[in-house]
């Protein structure tokens, strides 16, 4: 069992699994990237800030399209910063 794959349960009760591709820290918030385990074509990843509860830390959807783009922003800047920005022509 790989330790990056993690679980989740949408709002349907369906469970999927998702590799954490990457955690980040944007403006003192701790952030998960995941993409998908089944779908080996997807092309967008998820992006959930992680925070914590009682029982441990938990991943929380990102409803702020502001709090979104600076994430995004972080995130490219590291990917450029490891020469792994593929988006650019």
């Known amino acids: 069992m ?4 993690i679980n989740l349960i949408d709002e349907n009760g369906v469970e999927s699994q998702f590799e954490i591709i990457l955690t980040l820290e ?3 918030k701790e952030y998960a ?4 385990v089944e ?3 997807a092309e967008e990843a998820l992006v959930f800030r992680i925070d914590q509860d009682e029982q441990g830390e938990i991943l929380v959807p990102l409803e702020d ?3 979104y ?5 972080v995130y490219n800047t590291l990917m450029e910063e490891e020469g792994l920005n593929f988006d650019e022509e």
């Open 65 to 67: 399209d502001k709090e």
């Open 39 to 41: 779908e080996e074509e």
């Open 2 to 5: 790989q330790e990056n794959i």
């Open 69 to 73: 783009e600076i994430v995004v922003d």
């Open 26 to 28: 944007a403006e003192g």
């Open 33 to 36: 990237i995941l993409m998908p």
